[in-house]
């Protein structure tokens, strides 16, 4: 027992400081499992929303790409199919050239009065046509990338909700589907219901810029193309500030969002669908919408003067020709701007314009939230 007693008095201090040691040791190994355990657990929380995150972004991309294919390979050509159809049956030339062929081969069958308004309503009808099918298929080609980006827009802000949530991607499509397929469906409106009042309006814009053309008057492609231009600009400018959208929306959507008085796109009692074409009307309206819609038309109005004046051999739309020889020719491009969009090479040349790509780059990224 002495020893002992000895021994501790001798080794007391170090006795202590071993014990310490050892105890802090313990407790850091005890501190660093815990602090590792935690670690092990946010590293597993990580991966799991990256796995989530990155789960919802290809639900997403899938999602999105299908609006795309079915814009580009159902709602677009049946769109440009009935346009084609209804301007056709609405604005026929057919008949007025096979008269004038006939009266030119039976020289009796038609009086020179006769002739000449047979003329002047060909003259007339045949810019009217192009300058509407212009003006139809740029409208057109641009609003369905305008519903694919929106759609694509409210996609983004439902997946982000989706995060965290029980409620797959999947599921919410099945609940909108009918109102997406809807949206896409009202591009019909302008071939179903606003045709008429178009025609009417762009045939009075027709004939303001070209009633002091004469058939006879030497007519060269400077002349068609600044024509072309006078009638889309006159058109454009008739009325109210766009009171064009007259032609692509129903009344009911022009009315809902006029009468938003806070200017929030965002309203109360009315249908999905119906949010969907009130929030395309606050595109069409944008400045930046008129400047990419003045853009394409003069990048369509280009390649189709082009493509008249290579019909005629030797350069003589270049130098000029009677306005009487050129009507045919343009009579005959009408049918080529809303042909079927896999050949339209009008529809291609607009979605290939820099502003046009950049405009919907950033409509998709800067759209309010719904």
Not at 13 to 20: D, E, W
Not at 219 to 247: D, Q, R, V
């Amino acid at each position: 027992m002495l020893f002992v007693r000895d021994l501790w008095r001798r080794h007391r201090r170090k006795i202590f400081v071993s014990v310490g040691v050892l105890g802090s040791g313990y407790f850091l190994y005890k501190l660093y499992g815990a602090h590792r355990s935690r670690l092990d657990a946010l590293e597993r929380e990580l991966a799991f929303q990256r796995e989530s995150e990155e789960l919802m972004k290809a639900q997403m991309q899938s999602h999105f790409e299908n609006i795309q294919r079915i814009s580009d390979t159902i709602t677009l050509p049946h769109a440009m199919h009935n346009l084609s159809c209804r301007i056709a049956e609405e604005l026929d030339l057919s008949q007025l050239l096979e008269r004038l062929i006939r009266g030119k081969g039976q020289p009796n069958t038609l009086t020179q009065a006769e002739k000449l308004a047979l003329w002047d309503r060909l003259k007339i009808l045949s810019f009217t046509r192009l300058a509407l099918s212009i003006w139809a298929t740029t409208m057109i080609s641009l609003y369905t990338k305008v519903q694919v980006n929106i759609l694509g827009r409210h996609l983004y802000i439902d997946t982000a909700r989706s995060l965290g949530s029980s409620d797959s991607l999947e599921t919410k499509d099945a609940v909108n589907r009918e109102d997406q397929q809807k949206f896409l469906g009202s591009v019909d409106f302008l071939s179903q219901h606003g045709l008429p009042t178009l025609i009417s309006d762009m045939e009075a814009a027709t004939k303001e810029i070209i009633k002091g053309k004469q058939l006879s008057g030497l007519f060269n492609h400077t002349a068609l193309h600044e024509t072309a231009m006078h009638i889309l600009n006159k058109f454009m400018s008739m009325g109210s500030p766009h009171s064009w959208l007259k032609y692509m929306l129903p009344e009911d959507v022009i009315s809902h969002s006029t009468s938003s008085s806070s200017g929030d796109p965002v309203l109360s009692g009315v249908t999905e669908s119906e949010q969907l074409m009130v929030e395309a009307r606050a595109v069409l309206i944008s400045a930046e919408f008129g400047s990419i819609v003045e853009i394409s038309l003069k990048a369509v109005v280009d390649t189709l003067v082009e493509l008249v004046a290579a019909r005629f051999k030797g350069g003589s739309l270049t130098t000029g020709m009677p306005l009487a020889r050129v009507l045919p020719q343009v009579a005959q491009m009408c049918p080529l701007l809303p042909e079927e969009p896999s050949k339209n090479q009008f529809i291609k040349i607009i979605r290939s314009i820099p502003e046009v790509e950049l405009f919907f780059t950033l409509l998709y990224a800067n759209m309010p939230s719904a």
